[in-house]
């Protein structure tokens, strides 16, 4: 949707090759970013932190905090999945920009412990303050704000 203006990241270059070719991308991992500190407005998690354990998330939502300039966003859009049986699957219906697309994330993991305010919580850690949380079924969305 903001073409240029999107640097996109992913661990796996497979996956960054099926995405569509109108923004920069770069393998990288989330956990260890290489962009300098202050470096973007926004931030956005996309059914990522579902693939790492607690630890992974805790460090990718720090290092999300560090590249964010003061007064910018953190958006995450992810599941939960405390309770739920293996494998776990989300299946979403997503509108982008008037395309709908339907998608699934999905895994088999240990540590799929995942809830809301767990990831919340990692957004206080990291010095972020949580300026929107919402929850639909096991979906949830959080907006927390570099102060």
């Given at each position: ?23 920069e991308k770069r393998v990288m991992d989330a956990r260890s970013l290489e962009?300098?500190?202050r470096s973007f407005d926004h931030v956005t998690a996309f059914y990522a ?99």
């Amino acid at each position: 949707m903001y073409g240029p203006q999107v640097v996109a990241i992913d661990i796996s270059a497979q996956e960054l090759d099926e995405a569509p070719n109108v923004c920069e991308k770069r393998v990288m991992d989330a956990r260890s970013l290489e962009f300098p500190d202050r470096s973007f407005d926004h931030v956005t998690a996309f059914y990522a932190l579902l693939y790492m354990d607690a630890e992974g998330q805790r460090r990718a939502i720090a290092q999300a905090a560090r590249v964010l300039k003061k007064g910018g966003s953190l958006c995450i859009w992810d599941t939960e999945t405390a309770g739920e049986a293996l494998p776990y699957l989300a299946e979403l219906d997503v509108d982008a920009a008037g395309e709908r697309i339907h998608v699934t994330y999905g895994i088999v993991k240990d540590d799929a412990e995942q809830t809301m305010e767990r990831i919340e919580r990692f957004c206080a850690d990291a010095g972020l303050c949580v300026a929107q949380a919402q929850r639909a079924e096991k979906q949830f969305f959080l907006r927390a704000v570099c102060v």
